[in-house]
C-alpha cells in the first residue's frame, strides 16, 4: 500500500481547460445575474484566471492544503467491501480532510482570493452545512467576516452544523422562503451580494452559478481527481480503474474527481450518483441530471426541476447537500457529450449505503457519498461487471448525520 | 422601426423622429418634452383577482407607464415584498400566459411594460414570449437577469428587435462609465437606473448613491432615464427624479396590495406619487 502519508507535498497539477466564451460548456453555462453583479464577476474571472497562473499564489494553496486541510488525502483499498460486493472498490477519503469533507479545497483557495481583491467579508449558501461550515473555518483562519445563509429546514436538520458555524464566528441566517432549502438558500445569498458586492465576496460551493464559478470551483477541486489518479495509478501498476463514480448535488466533488480523469482516461468510465428521493416514479427527488431541463436558473444555464412555465420546483433528498433541483453546467454538458453518465439512488439506497460502508470498511459516510455507495452495492454485477474496479469520492464524513440517522434507523 | 435598430448607433438617437421610438419610449419622451416627471408603478401580476383593475387604477391615477411582473418562483432581484406577492400569485394559479393574456385586456390610455426573469422568457420561447407581448398590445419587457452580454449572446436581441418589444436594460452603481453607454445605447423603452446596491423592496431614505447614479445617466444619454429599488413614499420619489426624468415604484405600492388594499387604495397612492411628482 502506498499511499501518500499526511505532510507529503500537495501536487497541483496545471491548470485545467477553462470554458469558451462567456463560461460556457457546450450550450451550457453562462452569466445571468442582475447587472449589479456584473463587474464583480468581471474582477472575480480576471484575478483566478491570473492567480491560477502565478506560482506564488499556487504555492500559497498547495501549502494550505498541505498543512491545515490534511492533504493529500488518502485512497483506501476497501477489503470486505469489495468482497462483498464482487468488485475492487477503491475510496477518495475527502472525509479525512479538516472539517471533514472536499468542501475546504475550494474555500481555501476562495478564501485566498477574497484577500487578493481587497475584500473583508465572505457569504455563502450552505446545504448540509459542509459548505458553510468550510467557508466559516476559512473566514477564521483569514480574519474575514462570514455570514452563511441556510435554509429554515436545513437549519432544523443540521443543528451540529449550525453550531459549529457559530463558535467559528460566523453569523447564520435562516432562509424561509420558498422551500426554505438550499435553492433558497443561494437565492438569498445572491440578493444579499446584490447590496454587498463591493465590500464581499460570495464564496458560491458548488460548480454552479454564473461564470467564473462553474469554472473556478471546479479547478479548485481538481486536486482531488488529479490525485486520486496517481494514487490509482500506484496502486494498480499504472492502471486506472474502469469507474469512477461520486455523488452529484451541485456537483463539485464529482467534477472535481472527473477533472482528474475526463481527458487523461478517455476509457474510464465517469458516473454521477444523484438524489432520487423517494423514488424517480414519486416527482420527490433531487435528479436535475436525470429528470430535469434545460433553464436558467441561479446565473447558469443548466439542468433544473421545473414544471412546463419554467416555475423551479422543489428538490426531495434524505440528504440536505442533494437536495437541490439544479446542477452544475459542465455536468450538463458531460452528459450531454456521453462522457459521464447520471444514475440515481433512492433515500433507502443511500441509507442502505450509509450502514455498508460503516460495518464492512469501518467508515461513517456522510449520506451524500453514501448515495454512490449504495448505488454501487444496487449495481454490482449489473451495470458493473463483476471484477471491475471502481474509484468512488467519499466527499464526507457522516457525523454530521448521525442525529438525522438515529431518529431513522432506532435501535441498531 | 422593424428590425433595423443598431445597437452601436445610439448617439443618433437624439436626432431620430419621434416616431422611430416604440410606443413606450414615444410616450415616455413626450411626457418628459411637456415638462413632466415619470412616473412608472409596479403591479405583481395574477395578485388578486382584481389586478387587472389594479392596473386600470394606476393609469386613472397619473401612471405615465406600468410595469406588470410576471410571477418567478426564484426573483434574485426582488426583496421580501415582490417574493411574497410572486409566490401569492402563482399560489393561486398566475403563469406567464395568463398574465399577458390578463394583461391585454386592461385597455389602458397608457404603455405596458412586463419585469420578470429570464428562465420563465426561455421556456415560453423568445419568438413566442415576443408575439405574447405583441399581441396583448404590451410594448416592452424587463428582465433583469438578462444582462446585456447574455441578452446579445442568446438571441433574445434578434427576437425583441424583430417583433418590436422594447427591452428596458438596467444600470448599477457598480457599473462602469464604457458599459453604461452601452447599456444606454442598446436599452429601449427608457433606462432603469438602479438606484442602490440591493434588491427592490422599501427605504427609509432615499440612497446617496441614487443621485450619482441619475446624474451619470442624465449624461450618458438622452433617452428616458428612470431610476427604481427602493423608492418608497412620494418624498422619495420627488427626491430621485430631480436628478433623473421619473422612478420605478414597485415594493411600496405592491405591500398595500398584499394588505388587503386594492384598485382604490393602489388609485390613491399612485395619486399621491403624482401630486409629488407635479410639485417638485
Known sequence: MSAPARGDAVILDPPGPEPVGLGRFGEYGGRFVPETLIPALEELEAQFRVAWHDDDFRQEYAGLLAHYAGRPTPVTECHRLSERLGLRVLLKREDLTHTGSHKINNVLGQALLTRRMGKHRVIAETGAGQHGVATATAAALFGLDCTVFMGAVDVER?????????????????????????????NDAMREWVASVQSTHYCLGSVMGPHPFPWMVRELQRVVGDEARRQCRELLDGADPQYVIACVGGGSNAMGTFAGFVDHCPDVQLIGVEAGGLGLETGHHGAAMTRGVPGVVHGMRSLFLQDEDGQVLEATSISAGLDYPGVGPEHADLGARGRARYETATDDEAVAGFQLLAETEGIVPALEPAHAIGWLAREAGRAVPTGSTVLVTLSGRGDKDAAQLMERLGEL | MTGVADPTNAPAANTRAASEYGPLETRLRERRADGRKLLVPYVTGGLGKDWVDVVRACAAAGADAIEIGIPFSDPIMDGTTIQEASQRALDIGATPVSVIEQAAGADVDVPLAVMTYYNLVAHMGHERFCEALRAAGIAGAIIPDLPLDELRLGGYDEAARHHDVETVLLAAPTTTDERLADICASSRGFVYGVSLLGVTGERTSLADSARRMGERLKQATDRPALLGVGISTPDQAAEAAACADGVVVGSALVRRLLQSGGPDEAQSFVALLRRALDAA
Open chain 1, 158 to 186: 443540521q443543528a451540529l452544523n449550525v453550531w459549529r458555524m457559530k463558535l467559528l464566528g460566523a453569523e447564520v441566517v435562516p432562509v424561509t422562503s420558498g422551500s426554505a432549502t438550499l435553492k433558497d438558500a443561494v
